[in-house]
C-alpha cells in the first residue's frame, strides 16, 4: 500500500511540473516590442517540459539548458552553448535572448504565441508556432 501511494506522489509531481501547452519549438519573433531582425540563423527555442529541458538558437549560437517549471513560473538553468561569432546585428539578438533566458519569471500562452515573462509580468520575447 505504501508503495502505490508512493507512485501516485510520484506521479502527480511529474504532471503537476509538465506543461505540454508549452512543449515544442518556438520562432522568436519579438524581443521586447522590438521586432527580430534578420539574423544568422532563425532564433528558436525548444522546450520539453516533461523532461524539463530547452534547446534553441539564438540567432547565432546553439544552447541547451534545464528548466524550472511549476505552474506557469518558469526559469531557465544556465546550461550549455556554443561560442561563434556573427555581424553586429545578429550579436546583438543574442544578447537579448540570452538576457530573457536570465529574466525570465513565467509565461503565458495565447493560441500559437508565447510570451516569456519578468517579474513584473512585462514582455521580454515574444514567440510562435
Not at 511529474?14 to 520562432?27: E, F, H, I, V, Y
Not at 528548466?67 to 531557465?76: A, D, S, V
Not at 519569471?105 to 495565447?110: A, L, V
Amino acid at each position: 500500500m505504501k508503495k502505490s501511494a508512493f507512485i501516485a506522489a510520484v506521479m502527480l509531481c511529474l504532471a503537476s511540473c509538465s506543461n505540454s501547452s508549452l512543449d515544442g519549438t518556438w520562432t522568436v519573433s519579438k524581443l521586447g516590442n522590438d521586432d527580430v531582425p534578420e539574423t544568422l540563423n532563425i532564433p528558436q527555442l525548444s522546450i520539453d517540459s516533461s523532461k524539463g529541458t530547452y534547446s534553441g538558437c539564438t540567432g547565432v549560437n546553439r544552447l541547451n539548458g534545464e528548466i524550472e517549471l511549476k505552474g506557469n513560473t518558469l526559469h531557465f538553468k544556465e546550461g550549455a552553448m556554443t561560442r561563434m561569432s556573427a555581424d553586429t546585428e545578429s550579436m546583438m539578438v543574442e544578447v537579448a535572448y540570452l538576457v530573457t533566458l536570465e529574466y525570465c519569471h513565467s509565461f503565458e500562452i495565447e493560441g500559437d504565441t508565447l510570451k516569456l515573462l519578468d517579474k513584473d509580468k512585462k514582455v521580454l520575447m515574444q514567440l510562435s508556432r
